[in-house]
């Protein structure tokens, strides 16, 4: 099957691509076993040069590479670049702390060393191109691993230009390599026994079939999953900061992000000032051409998508929920120019009054939808935001001290922030628990992921 860059505004197709052949991606293996042979002894010094280099590389591109993201998944043009910055940052970040994190551990009876297993395959989204892959590829590499990237077939211009920053960066050659292959390509390259671990971020579908398929020949995983956010607002919380940072935690990337915030749980008394907020920043929204600066909603990346959230929107408005603002593709549709009528657009859109029994209540929705929950107070709030499968991140709102560390304590996620939205940070680790991922990224946590932590006794 031909793999496609689509622009999601237009529909227009750009390139199109033919997958490798097995006679292909086995020598892609094969030069990323030979050059993991040689640079698993490269120093921790070269390999901070060459993240830094990439880091300048990304900075120096960034507008570039910015508008190739934007126009190949639709994100507005101001959040790519501001993406790939943040690539750069995770470079630096692996390039000036990556020795120190993985620096021999002593004890009274030896040490632990730290060193690379090898290949590392990344399967990753296309949600964010750049970043989910920096992301992995910066501590890997930094570590002494190589790195195959698998990236979404939607966004392959994205996966070849990832490749080719890291060459012009200076790193040796088969050190990063993009596979453009398909899904079905990807087992066989998991089971290769040169293949020592697998990252993937993606859905809880991808996640289950890579996890068992990496299971079946004992690689190693660490998949960020899915997620259905709760974002909790008490009565004591900043009211403006709160539906401020709503508006930025649930429509960002267009709203397709695992760590948005998705379901909006309102304690007591405060749930109608923030409902009208709310609504009245959504309506001031304008969704058109992702390029143009004045746009704040871009398309969903693919017509599936698009077809999903629309379904789901339908499912809980037919049982019952109120569309607040939104809900109405058609009329959206009619108001878009000619040239975005193929587009993958849909309303920003805020859903209350939702039953029991609609999609609202386990699944993800992977769009510019807020679902608004109203509760009477922090015991309900607590036992809702704990009531789906996921367990990503989770945002809450108060300035009680002791309201705060519940929601810290008691909340089902990998991640709580206070007064502030959920985000990823080189400096932190960054995973899920439940249905929401295995293992960690970032920080020291993701970078011990894909390294031998081999002890070492002396006699």
């Not at 591109?61 to 934007?70: C, K, P």
């Not at 632990?112 to 910066?138: D, E, H, K």
């Not at 292959?181 to 859905?203: H, K, M």
């Not at 629309?310 to 009619?334: M, P, R, S, Y």
Request: charged residues 20%; glycine residues 8%.
């Amino acid at each position: 099957m031909a793999i496609k860059s689509i622009n999601p505004a237009t529909g227009k197709v750009y390139k199109t691509y033919t997958p490798l052949t097995s006679d292909e991606i086995e020598q892609r293996l094969a030069a990323g076993e030979a050059q993991y042979r040689q640079y698993r002894w490269t120093s921790f010094s070269e390999r901070s040069q060459w993240l830094q280099a990439t880091a300048d590389y990304l900075e120096e591109h960034a507008d570039v590479l910015g508008r190739i993201m934007t126009q190949e998944m639709g994100k507005p043009l101001g959040a790519a670049i501001a993406e790939v910055q943040k690539c750069a940052s995770v470079c630096r970040h692996y390039g000036e702390n990556g020795a120190d994190y993985l620096a021999d551990e002593h004890s009274d009876i030896g040490y632990v060393r730290y060193q690379p297993l090898g290949i590392i395959l990344a399967i990753m989204p296309w949600n964010y191109p750049l970043w989910q892959v920096f992301r992995l590829a910066a501590p890997a590499l930094m570590a002494g691993n190589v790195v195959l990237l698998k990236h979404a077939s939607n966004v392959p211009k994205c996966a070849l230009s990832i490749e080719q920053v890291f060459r012009k960066a200076g790193f040796p050659q088969g050190a990063f390599q993009t596979l453009l292959i398909g899904p079905d390509q990807t087992t066989a390259v998991i089971a290769d026994e040169r293949v020592r671990g697998v990252s993937l971020t993606g859905s809880n579908f991808a996640g289950a079939q890579v996890a068992a398929t990496a299971g079946q020949h004992l690689k190693k995983v660490v998949l960020e999953l899915g997620g259905s956010d709760p974002f909790i607002v008490l009565p004591s919380a900043d009211l403006e900061l709160a539906v401020e940072t709503a508006v930025t935690a649930r429509l960002q990337n267009n709203g397709q992000s695992c760590i948005a915030a998705k379901r909006f749980i309102l304690v007591g008394d405060i749930a109608d000032q923030f409902e009208a907020r709310l609504v009245e920043k959504y309506q001031a929204l304008v969704v058109g051409d992702p390029l143009q600066p004045e746009t704040d909603i871009g398309p969903l990346a693919t017509p599936s998508i698009l077809r999903d959230i629309h379904k789901q929107v339908h499912d809980c408005l037919i049982a019952g929920a109120k569309a607040l603002v939104g809900g109405n593709l058609e009329k959206l549709k009619a108001s878009l120019p000619p040239e975005l009528e193929l587009g993958n657009f849909y309303p920003p859109t805020i859903l209350s009054h939702i039953p029991p029994g609609t999609p609202a209540d386990q699944e993800e929705f992977f769009g510019p939808v807020a679902l608004l929950f109203r509760v009477p107070n922090l015991d309900a709030a607590i036992e809702l935001a704990n009531g789906t499968a996921f367990g990503l991140g989770a945002s809450g709102w108060t300035q009680d001290p002791a309201e705060q560390q519940r929601l810290i304590n008691e909340l089902e996620a990998g991640a709580v922030f206070i007064n502030s939205m959920v985000k990823s940070d080189p400096r932190l680790p960054f995973g899920g628990i439940k249905q929401s991922g295995i293992g960690r990224e970032l920080g020291r946590h993701g970078m011990l992921e894909f390294v031998n932590a081999k002890t070492v006794c002396l006699g």
